[in-house]
């Protein structure tokens, strides 16, 4: 019942911009750190951004400047803006957060179906 949903991947052209949306839906009691992964054809999955609950961020060196990852609590969202996209940013982007499901005594990862972002000419 609960899981994240994304969208807003998409084809855009390098020194572009795109905003990515995931939303948790079904019952749940609290939404704490919530981040954002890609994964490149031949490479490994890696963290691009991450929050906490309360506002706090990080980001891999690489989109530093670039990206900037935000979230609504009343909505249990969490989004990613990408500026100045470059063709390296090209990838598959899944959502990942830290549920409580009502009813849990602890929290646990869950994980997006993923998205695909495409930065080319």
């Known amino acids: 019942q609960v899981q994240l949903v994304e969208s807003g991947g998409g084809l855009v052209q390098p020194g572009g911009s795109l905003r990515l949306s995931c939303a948790a839906s079904g019952s749940i009691f609290s939404a704490n750190a919530m981040a954002w992964y890609r994964q490149a054809p031949g490479k490994e999955r890696e963290l691009v951004a991450a929050?906490?609950?309360?506002?706090?961020?990080n980001y891999a060196d690489s989109v530093k400047g670039r990206f900037t990852i935000s979230r609504d609590n009343a909505k249990n969202t969490v989004y990613l803006q990408m500026n100045s996209l470059k063709p390296e940013d090209t990838a598959v982007y899944y959502c990942?957060?830290?549920?409580?499901?009502?009813?849990?005594?602890?929290?646990?990862?869950?994980w997006g179906q993923g998205t695909q972002v495409t930065v080319s000419s």
């Open positions: 990942n957060a830290e549920l409580k499901p009502i009813g849990t005594l602890w929290t646990r990862d869950y």
């Open positions: 929050i906490t609950r309360g506002g706090s961020t």
